[in-house]
């Protein structure tokens, strides 16, 4: 059965409650922060924010819109179930459209760029090597390494649908939140760095590519019950 308890969701934005809620929701979901099959509640939602049922409900309502969410019994929104065959769908499109993502930043211009990645890996490192680590710092780096590269592309409707396949992704994350094994893989991000500074986008690809299928075989071969 899923776990009904919420992650921590800051209340009081000084952007609009809808935006706010919005924001912080869709983030709780690509960290994996919401367990496969979870109810979201819009009275335990608008409590937890401190704000009316009004923007929780459309917040969600544009979660279900991008495949975030699905729709239960009664009107409520479910956190979609995770399986083998979702997971293979979505790394495939992950790989193909980060993989363009990346090229693309590479063509943009690399000085800043490297020095983003650079400190969000150097904040993994230090996480993973921590006796008691935060997951959710750690994980809170990996995105910022990721969309370092993703945002340096200039497309922002390809950022929009990299967001979007995140998101679809989270409850495969969830799998592995309680598992000391997330803390080992951003092994190939270090691959990813020195390609940026050779400049060879054809070896950053490959790092990326590497990175998100073996995360994804962590996943697979931990939490699910077919093989990858």
Do not use: C
Not at 16 to 25: K, R, T
Not at 166 to 177: A, E, I, Q, V
């Amino acid at each position: 059965m899923a776990d009904s308890r919420l992650p921590e969701l800051p209340s009081r934005p000084t952007v609009s409650d809808l935006e706010h809620v919005y924001s912080e929701l869709k983030k709780a979901i690509m960290m994996g922060e919401f367990e496969p099959g979870q109810k979201l509640k819009l009275a335990e939602l608008a409590q937890a924010f401190g704000t009316s049922q009004m923007p929780v409900r459309e917040a969600l309502g544009r979660l279900a819109t991008a495949g975030a969410l699905v729709s239960a019994q009664r009107r409520s929104m479910v956190i979609p179930s995770a399986d083998v065959a979702r997971l293979r769908a979505i790394l495939s499109l992950r790989i193909d459209l980060e993989g363009k993502a990346v090229r693309l930043a590479m063509q943009s211009g690399r000085e800043g760029l490297l020095e983003r990645l650079t400190r969000a890996n150097a904040i993994m490192d230090v996480e993973a090597a921590r006796p008691s680590p935060s997951l959710k710092a750690y994980l809170a780096a990996n995105h910022s390494f990721h969309f370092a590269a993703y945002t340096a592309s200039g497309n922002r409707d390809l950022v929009d649908l990299i967001e979007i396949l995140w998101m679809r992704y989270g409850p495969l994350l969830n799998l592995l939140r309680r598992s000391d094994v997330a803390f080992f893989w951003h092994a190939r991000h270090a691959d990813l760095i020195d390609a940026v500074k050779a400049d060879d986008p054809d070896a950053a690809v490959a790092a990326l590519t590497a990175d998100l299928e073996e995360a994804a075989s962590l996943i697979a071969a931990h939490r699910l019950a077919k093989p990858f």
